[in-house]
């Protein structure tokens, strides 16, 4: 009974970091992201258009985070997200992919 319980308190803890990840992302998507990936603004791809996105995964993570950390056409260095990190970038592109 102790192993059943102790499992399903490190499941919620588990859960709750990933829900606390998916809010942080979220929210630096708001901040830095959504003005352009919603309206498509600039030749953006917008948020969750997958026909739009399947070019520029095929290139690959690293490829993406180049462009991502470096500008790209009109999305400027870091896509307005300065304190992001690189794999706060791969969950973002993860996340606007989907």
Same mark, same amino acid.
């Given at each position: ?21 998916? =809010? ?6 708001? #901040?830095?992201? &959504? !003005?352009?990936? %919603? @309206?498509?603004?600039? /030749? ?6 997958? =026909? ?6 095929? #290139?690959?993570? &690293? !490829?993406?985070? %180049? @462009?991502?950390?470096? /500008? ?18 791969? !969950? ?7």
């Amino acid at each position: 009974m102790q192993k059943i319980l102790l499992a399903a308190v490190i499941a919620g803890l588990f859960a709750g970091v990933s829900t606390a990840q998916a =809010a942080g992302i979220q929210d630096k998507y708001n #901040k830095a992201c &959504a !003005a352009c990936h %919603n @309206s498509g603004a600039a /030749g953006a791809p917008k948020k969750g258009d997958k =026909a739009a996105w399947a070019p520029r995964l095929k #290139k690959g993570d &690293a !490829a993406l985070l %180049n @462009s991502v950390k470096n /500008g790209f056409k009109a999305m400027p260095p870091k896509g307005l997200c300065t304190d992001c990190t690189d794999a706060d970038f791969k !969950a973002l592109i993860k996340f606007m992919s989907n």
